[in-house]
Nanobody, 115 residues
């Protein structure tokens, strides 16, 4: 059974920083894509940043220049460094891992940015 465990969410003032982590445990094929998504109240879940095996990364326009995704393949872990946080970044953040056969989601971690 595969489990994704997230950590690092919390409450921060606007302009502050947080670092999210998501580690996978269990048995699975190589993780090709690691990503972060978020869902604010009353809104659909949206992609924030993705890291594709081999080094390609993509970011939502709203977080470019402020967020950085990184990964440690040996540890099956993905990180999201979030700087210059804004109140509109408030959401539940979910990690997502894709292999050639499976799609795994974390349980979500709350990020709240106060103005």
């Amino acid at each position: 059974q595969v489990q994704l465990v997230e950590s690092g969410g919390g409450l921060v003032q606007a302009g502050g920083s947080l670092r999210l982590s998501c580690a996978a445990s269990g048995s699975f094929l190589r993780i090709n894509t690691m990503g972060w998504y978020r869902q604010a109240p009353g809104k659909q879940r949206e992609p924030v940043a993705v890291s594709i095996y081999g080094g390609i990364t993509n970011y939502a326009d709203s977080v470019k220049g402020r967020f950085t995704i990184s990964r440690d393949n040996a540890k099956n872990t993905v990180y999201l460094q979030m700087n210059s946080l804004k109140p509109e970044d408030t959401a539940v953040y979910y990690c997502n891992f894709l292999t050639v056969r499976s799609n795994f989601w974390g349980q979500g971690t709350q990020v709240t940015v106060s103005s």
